[in-house]
Each structure stands twice: as structure tokens, then as C-alpha cells.
């Protein structure tokens, strides 16, 4: 057995649609650039040129909030159906990270982005490797992540950093917000990524790096405005990384490509996005679900996974939104989106008793998704003796066809070991097999739609705003037999969900809110029988399950430091059978406190990070075999603390430093298996210089400094409990120029 260590290419082609996208809006847009004279440098400047990426409005009067101190976050964001809100002025508890955060730490996907936030950790979901986050307790799945406040838009599985301006993160139930999420999720949370737009100055800046393992980066970011008053916006990136993980044998082959469109018109805006993600693992390192016991984790850079296995994902979408001012109280809006994706599996999950002797078995399986979704709505303000009112209405959809097909191998399966794996032939997946790998069916069918309205009142010189709304939500489900296409179940259910909140600003600087908001997913359908056992309803089915929040907190803004505390309770119902009628008869409950600080605490010196204490619970379950135990996953204590220090005496030098602190969790409803904490430290540095006229920004960081072997998470969908390995030491650099 291998101990347990006890330590706290650039040049390869794009794909054929990501090289045309590029061409054809690359290369008109810098000839009018040049023709302009816009991007002539000025060749007696001596100081470095600045360099000023601001994103327009898309499809906005307002635009994106502005940055914040520091600018590794904004003072605001989108809050669904409310719009783009300062922090200050909203009942909810939110974090919009800005590119220029996502930049310099040279994060890879979405999922790298949310590891700076103390409310949510990295886990993966079932069975395959789709990035999955848990906040507050809660799962996220990356299917439930929203584009500019659409869902279902974004690659399914894993989402390139290069697709963001900010991704924000907002905290706690928002059916009401948002709608329901169509994949099930979000009861803790929700995840939203703004999508790039021109700038009002060119941009033209090329990236290249590389890191451990020798896996190639290189990107490409093209923006120009074209017109009279610069109406008209082309933005396009191109993205590949190419190359070995540091992760032994593991192979990451991404390529993706954007083009975003904005037009500003007198009183109305337009924009439309394209967006393709082609991405493939080879030997990727496969979670691990516990047997009997917790195995010590192994060697953060070895690799258990079987040579044949891999996981292939292509997603192609699209998008496009319009806003109209009727007059200036009255605005409308309405944006739809589409998406075409593919995916191919080939895994070999194992399971392992605690001293590191797995089994496992093969699992293949396709999916193809077609996804179609949109919005209306209307926005306007009116005045009511001294209350101010800010009302809003909206209608969206969202519609899902799935196609899926899987195929076994033997449930036997093959042994091996975590310290010591050893490469298998592959066994034959003929075993256990649902419909055609060649050809799935249709076996999943979703439709959501809803109908909304607020109203935001201001009183006392907009010291005091109440909020209140509701949501009329609908969910149909259906899912097919894999093998003849038959239908086997459907779900047709509505609710409406409530929200209140309040803010109240005592002084400039303070505000204080609470809010009482609810989430939704679909309910099921009564079971036949029980163990064995008839079910008396069986066949009946269940309005969504609505979980209920209540939070109060306090917020602060000083200029140049600002951050929030919160106290949370958020309760989630289950079903299940007792003395054999099925109900709702379950209930978990997750309780909290977040802390979060972000700014500048003094010139040179920033600061972002903070800590969430959780108390998640099984309040009440079947035969109360484990109320009172721990949720699975759930730890109760995050903490987060970053730092970039501007050396003094040498200009344009910044150091950075990061501590990520997790406490132990468990991996089962039992709470028998539990998950040790586990402390990273990372580091990094970047240089501006200029090489002729050109800015160069040149990034270095070391991820995991001290090369902690640790499992990084122990849960993720379906209530299961299967552990991550975090990943190694890793070194990653970059240059980045600005033409």
C-alpha cells in the first residue's frame, strides 16, 4: 500500500467553427480599428499604456454595476426579475466576481471562480465529471447555472472561464428570482454569468500559458465598437487548452469560441451571443465512493482511473435579448436561447473500503440535449403620495428533450487499489443495457414555465424599501423507456411561491434586511409499493416541494472595504412512505452564518474572503433512523482569505496569497464516515511590463503550495456520499498582450 503522506499547446489548431468565428469577426474589426486609428500606440508615451476593460450595457440602460474597491468584485448585480441591483439596496446576500478577478488567477472554468467564495464548495455530480456546487449545504448543478438569467444555456457538464465577464453568486432559496431551476437544484442558491460585451475602447489581447503536466493555454480576445456613437459591438474570444493535467496521465483536450453582439440604440438595446464548448478528458480521475470506512487519501497527483476511460462533451448555444424603453418610467424586455449539446462516457467509478482495495465496474453512456428557453417582461416605476414604486412582471419558459442510452459491464466488476492501481482490459459493457448507444431515445422530457410580478417601495428619502412578489410556477416532467420510447412517467404539477423583504439604511454606510423567500422543485409521484409492500396512494402525485427560508443580515460599505453578515434558516421537505400511504414526511434543515469582507484595506493592499458556519441537519426521516445526524456533505466550517499586496518600491508588481479551510464532513446519512478537514495555501504573482508599445501582463501562481493530499468533497446529487481527490501541486503561468 502506498502511505498516505500527512503534509497540511499554444500552436495547436482551434476547431474548424471556433477558426471561423474567429476570422470573420476578427479581421473586419481590425481593419476598421486601424483605418480609425484607434489602436495606434502612442510611441513617445513612457508610461505604461493603461489599459481600461469595461463591458457596455447589454441589452441594459443601467449596464453592468460598477467595480468595487480593489475591482475583484462588483457593488452589485442581476436579482432575477428585480434587475441589476446595488448591494445595498437588496434584501439578499450576493457576489458578482469580475473578469478582471477571474484574469488574474488564471481560473480555467466557472467552478474555479466560486472556490473564492466562503458560502460555496467544489463537488462533483453523479456518476460522470460535471461540476457541481454546494451552497449553503445545498447542491447546484451546473445545469442549473443561468446565462445573462437564463437556464439550461450553458455546457452541461463543465463551463470554460473564458465565456464570463462576472459570475455571480447569490445565496439562499430565489424561485422567486429566478424561477425554478429546470434541473432539480438550487434550493441553496444560484450561479449567473454575465457573458462579455465590447468595451468602449479596441481590445486586442492574446494569452498564452502552460502548467504542470505540460497542458497548453492559449486565447485570444478581440472586441471593437463600429458606427456613429459607437453603437454597434463585436466581442470574440477563442479559447484551447491542449495537454497533460498535473494530475498523472490525465488529459484535458478544451476548445471553445464566443461571439457576443450589442447594439445601443436611442431608447432601446439589443444583444445576441454564440457560443461553442468542445471538451474532452482522457483518464480522468474518477470520484471515489466509500466502503465500510473513510480511505486515507492517496497521493494528490496519482491516478486510480482505468486507461480506457474518458468523458467527451460538445455544447453549441445561443442567445438573444432586447430591451425597449415605452417611455422613461416604462421599460420592456424579452430574450430567448437555445442549445445543442452532446456527451460521451466511458467510466469505471470505484468503490473502496478503507484501506484502499476497490472495486469497479464499466459504465458507458450517451446524451443529447436539446434545450429552448426565453423571457418577457416589463419594468416601471410610479409614484403613490411619498412611496416610490418599482414594479415588475415577467413570463418565462423553458422546454428540455433529452436522449440517453447506458450499457453495464458485469456488476462484479474488477478489483484494484487506490495506493497501487493497476491497468485492466476493458470489460465488455453487454450486462445491464438501456436503449442504443448509437441512437438514444428520447427518456426525459421537461417543460417549466411561470408568471411573476414585485412591487419595490420606497419610503423615507429611499432609506426604507419593502419588496414583496410572488411567482406562479408550473413543472411537467415526463420520462420514456430507454429501450421501446414508451412513456413511464409523467408529471404535471403548480405552485406559487411568496417573497418579502425589507432594507433599512440607517446611515450610508449600513444596511440592514431580511427577507423570507421560498424554493421550489418538482414533486413526485406515489411509488406502487413500499419494500415490498403496496403503497395506498400509489400513483398520486405532489405539488413542487417548497423549501422556506428566513434570513436577516447587515451589510456595509466604507468606499474602499465593504461586506455583509447573515443569519439563514432554510428548511427542505422530503417524501417518503409511512405506514404506507407516501408523503411529505421528511424535512432537512439547514441553519448558518456567513461572514464576507471584500476592498481595500488600505492603498495596494486587497482583501477578499470570509467564513460560512453551517448547522445542516436530517430533521426528520423514515422510522427517525437519523434525525439529528448530519446532512451528507455538509461541513460546518468554509473559510476563505485572499490577499494581492502591490510591493512597494517595485512598480506594477503584485503578490497574492490565498487559505482555503474546510472542516470535516461526512459521507453518509449515518454520519459513520467522516471526511477529515483539510487546509490549502495558494500563492501567485504578476508583473505589468511593456515590450515596445505592447502592455504585457505576466501571471505565475501556485496552486495547493504545500501539496496537501486531501479529499476535497464528499457529496453532490441524489443525497449520495462519494469523495474527490483535490488536486496537486500545480504550477500555472501566463502572459497576456494587449495590442
Partial sequence: MKPHKNNASATTSLTPIAFAIAVAFSMPALAVAQTAGSAEPDKTQSTLPSVTVKASADASAAGLTPEYAGRQVARGGRVGILGNQDTMDTPFNST?????????????????????????????????????????????????????????????????????????????????????????????????????????????????????????????????RFGEDQRFGV???????????????????????????????????????????????????????????????????????????????????????????????????????VRKGNESNVLANPRSTANGTTTSYRFDNNREDHVSTGEIGIRGKFQTGEIQHNVSASASAFKLDSKNAYAFSNFSGFSGNLYNPVAVTSPVPDYYIGGSLANP???????????????????????LLLTVGARHQSIKDETFNYNTGALSTSYDKSRVTPMAGVVFKPSKQISLYANYVEGLVAGEVAPATSGGTPVKNAGEAFAPYRSKQKEIGVKYDGGNLGGSLSVFSTSKPSAFVVDNVFGLNGE??????????????????????????????????????????????????????????DVPGVPRLTLTGRALYTSSQF???????????WTRFDI???YLTKIGNQAVTLRASVENLMNRDYWASAGGSGNSGYLVLGAPRTFVMSASVDF
Fill in 96 to 224: 458578482s466576481y469580475t473578469n478582471e478577478l477571474i484574469q488574474n488567477q488564471q481560473s480555467r472554468s466557472v467552478g474555479d471562480v466560486l472556490l473564492n467564495d466562503p458560502s460555496v464548495r467544489l463537488a462533483r455530480g453523479y456518476g460522470n465529471f460535471q461540476e457541481l456546487y454546494l451552497i449553503r449545504g445545498f447542491p447546484v448543478y451546473s445545469d442549473d447555472i443561468a446565462y445573462n438569467g437564463l437556464y439550461g444555456l450553458l455546457p452541461r457538464q463543465y463551463v470554460s472561464a473564458e465565456f464570463a465577464e462576472r459570475v455571480e453568486v447569490f445565496r439562499g432559496a430565489n424561485t422567486f428570482l429566478n424561477g425554478a431551476a429546470p434541473g432539480g437544484s438550487g434550493i441553496g442558491g444560484a450561479v449567473n454569468v454575465l457573458p462579455k460585451r465590447a468595451p468602449n475602447e479596441p481590445l486586442t489581447q492574446l494569452t498564452a500559458g502552460v502548467e504542470s503536466g505540460g497542458q497548453a493555454y492559449a486565447s485570444a480576445d478581440l472586441a471593437r
Fill in 235 to 337: 466581442r470574440v474570444n477563442a479559447t484551447k487548452r491542449e495537454g497533460d493535467t498535473s494530475v498523472d496521465n490525465e488529459h484535458r483536450n478544451l476548445n471553445a469560441a464566443f461571439v457576443g453582439l450589442d447594439y445601443r440604440g436611442r431608447d432601446y438595446r439589443l444583444s445576441a451571443d454564440v457560443g461553442h464548448q468542445d471538451h474532452k478528458l482522457n483518464q480522468p480521475r474518477p470520484s471515489v465512493t466509500p466502503s465500510g470506512g473513510i480511505p486515507a487519501a492517496p497521493d494528490a497527483s496519482s491516478n486510480f482511473a482505468q486507461p480506457w476511460t474518458h468523458s467527451n462533451e460538445r455544447q453549441t448555444f445561443g442567445t438573444v435579448r432586447g430591451e425597449y424603453d415605452i417611455n422613461s418610467n416604462v421599460t420592456v424586455w424579452a430574450a430567448g436561447g
Fill in 441 to 463: 431515445l428520447t427518456t426525459h422530457k421537461s417543460e417549466t414555465s411561470s408568471i411573476a410580478f414585485a412591487d419595490t417601495m420606497s419610503l423615507m428619502q429611499d432609506r
Fill in 588 to 645: 432537512q434543515r439547514n441553519r448558518g452564518i456567513e461572514l464576507s469582507a471584500y476592498g481595500e484595506l488600505q492603498r495596494g493592499l486587497r482583501l477578499l474572503g470570509g467564513v460560512t458556519l453551517l448547522d445542516a441537519k436530517q430533521q426528520k426521516t423514515a422510522g427517525g433512523t437519523y434525525d439529528g445526524k448530519d446532512v451528507i456533505g455538509a461541513p460546518e466550517l468554509q473559510g476563505n482569505v485572499g490577499l494581492e499586496w
Fill in 667 to 677: 459521507a453518509d446519512a449515518a454520519n459513520t464516515l467522516k471526511v477529515p478537514s
Fill in 684 to 686: 501567485g504573482a504578476r
